[in-house]
Every structure is written in structure tokens, then in C-alpha cells.
């Protein structure tokens, strides 16, 4: 994507309406990001000592959510509209607007170092 293919976004609202706007317009892209992404998981996950599923991946994510919640609960509204509005879980948009973060977390968990 050249530098004349920016896109920019305005959205407005409280922290859901936000989220579901975002999930809305940039649906195919998210679910695109998270195939890739659940891919990149599950190879990373094998690579580190057990492959997961994709249906314990998504567990993994179910877990971390309520420190998300604890840590910002902003947050968690933001990215239960961004679910809505894309029509995925809550544990999808973890994995893919988490993804560098949540990988490390996938391959202690496949290494048996975590959960």
C-alpha cells in the first residue's frame, strides 16, 4: 500500500459506538487479519513444544479478558463493539489487536510455562 492509499477514519461516541463503527467499516479487514493471524498462532504454538487449535487459542483469549477488563474497562467496551460491528467474539478481536502480545502468551501456554 503506497503512501497515497492512506486511509483515515473519524469515529465518535462512547467507547462501544466506537468499536462497533470501527467493526463495521473495516470488517473483511479484520477478519482477514484474523485468519492470518490464527494461523500465525497455531504454527507458533507448534513451533514452541504443542500445537493448539484454534478453539484453545480462542480459550487462551477468553482468559485474558478480564485483566483487559481490570486493566481498562474503556478498553473492553471498545473492543466488545469492535465484536458487534465486525460480527466476531470478543476473543477474536483480542487475537488480532493483540496479536504481538498474544502470541508470546500462545507459546508459553504450548511450551507448558503459562496458561
Same mark, same amino acid.
Given at each position: 500500500?503506497?503512501?497515497?492509499?492512506? /486511509?483515515?477514519?473519524?469515529?465518535?461516541?462512547?467507547? /462501544?459506538?466506537?468499536? *462497533?463503527?470501527? !467493526?463495521?467499516? +473495516?470488517?473483511? $479487514?479484520? *477478519?482477514?487479519? +484474523? /485468519? +492470518?493471524? %490464527? $494461523?500465525? #498462532?497455531?504454527?507458533?504454538? /507448534?513451533?514452541?513444544?504443542? $500445537? +493448539?487449535?484454534? @478453539?484453545?487459542?480462542?480459550?487462551? @483469549?477468553?482468559?485474558?479478558?478480564?485483566?483487559?477488563?481490570?486493566?481498562?474497562?474503556?478498553? %473492553?467496551?471498545?473492543?466488545? !463493539?469492535?465484536?458487534?460491528?465486525?460480527?466476531?467474539?470478543?476473543?477474536?478481536?483480542?487475537?488480532?489487536?493483540?496479536?504481538?502480545?498474544?502470541?508470546?502468551?500462545? #507459546? *508459553?501456554?504450548?511450551?507448558?510455562?503459562?496458561?
Amino acid at each position: 500500500m503506497g503512501g497515497d492509499d492512506l /486511509r483515515i477514519y473519524s469515529f465518535s461516541g462512547s467507547h /462501544r459506538d466506537v468499536g *462497533r463503527s470501527h !467493526g463495521e467499516t +473495516l470488517r473483511g $479487514e479484520l *477478519r482477514e487479519s +484474523l /485468519r +492470518l493471524r %490464527m $494461523e500465525r #498462532c497455531v504454527d507458533a504454538s /507448534r513451533r514452541a513444544g504443542r $500445537e +493448539l487449535s484454534q @478453539a484453545a487459542i480462542r480459550e487462551l @483469549a477468553a482468559r485474558h479478558l478480564p485483566y483487559v477488563a481490570e486493566f481498562s474497562p474503556g478498553l %473492553m467496551d471498545e473492543i466488545e !463493539g469492535i465484536a458487534e460491528g465486525a460480527d466476531v467474539t470478543v476473543e477474536e478481536v483480542l487475537i488480532v489487536g493483540g496479536y504481538t502480545d498474544f502470541v508470546d502468551v500462545v #507459546c *508459553r501456554s504450548a511450551a507448558g510455562n503459562g496458561f
